[in-house]
């Protein structure tokens, strides 16, 4: 895999926003399989659905790219690459409207030149749960319990 096509879509992801989600057809193979913790989505048409709710509901919501490498797989041609990252969000229910940062990774599998798998791996308590009022204080106390 060319190391290009990586780093265009580590330049979408860091420009990504409410206005400019056709990015993600120069990225993203029409069959996409989409998935993380909390959502599961088939196809690009779904895919767009999925980012336009995503910046619809938050003030603003960044990517910050840490690593990244490629494996390959000479004989069978399957290319996957990894991608760690750091999101820097900031919603208006959650954290009194402060920011959130929640580290986590991609995993991307590719059909020549676009990304026909995509699945993101975070801790969804860092990202969701923890902010949530009352429910928050809950999940703090149950981390504190199983930590001591």
Same mark, same amino acid.
């Given at each position: 895999?060319?190391?290009?096509?990586?780093?265009?879509?580590?330049?979408?992801?860091?420009?990504?926003?409410?206005?400019?989600?056709?990015?993600?057809?120069?990225?993203? /193979?029409?069959?996409? /399989?989409?998935?993380?913790?909390?959502?599961?989505?088939?196809?690009?048409?779904?895919?767009?659905?999925?980012?336009?709710?995503?910046?619809?509901?938050? =003030? %603003?919501?960044?990517?910050?790219?840490?690593? %990244?490498?490629?494996?390959?797989?000479?004989? %069978?041609?399957?290319?996957?690459?990894?991608?760690?990252?750091?999101?820097?969000?900031? /919603?208006?229910?959650?954290?009194?409207?402060?920011? =959130?940062?929640?580290?986590?990774?991609?995993?991307?599998?590719?059909?020549?030149?676009?990304?026909?798998? /995509?699945?993101?791996?975070?801790?969804?308590?860092?990202?969701?749960?923890?902010?949530?009022?009352?429910?928050?204080?809950?999940?703090?106390? =149950?981390?504190?319990?199983?930590?001591?």
């Amino acid at each position: 895999m060319d190391k290009a096509i990586l780093d265009r879509f580590i330049d979408v992801y860091q420009t990504l926003n409410k206005d400019n989600l056709q990015l993600l057809d120069e990225i993203y /193979h029409p069959d996409i /399989h989409f998935a993380d913790p909390l959502h599961a989505v088939n196809g690009l048409g779904e895919l767009r659905e999925y980012f336009k709710n995503l910046y619809a509901n938050v =003030i %603003s919501c960044e990517f910050v790219i840490e690593d %990244s490498y490629v494996t390959e797989n000479t004989q %069978s041609n399957d290319d996957t690459a990894f991608i760690y990252w750091t999101m820097q969000y900031r /919603h208006p229910k959650l954290n009194k409207g402060q920011a =959130i940062s929640v580290a986590g990774h991609s995993r991307l599998k590719f059909a020549g030149d676009k990304i026909i798998n /995509h699945r993101d791996y975070f801790d969804v308590g860092a990202m969701l749960y923890r902010h949530i009022p009352v429910l928050g204080s809950a999940v703090k106390f =149950i981390d504190k319990r199983a930590s001591a």
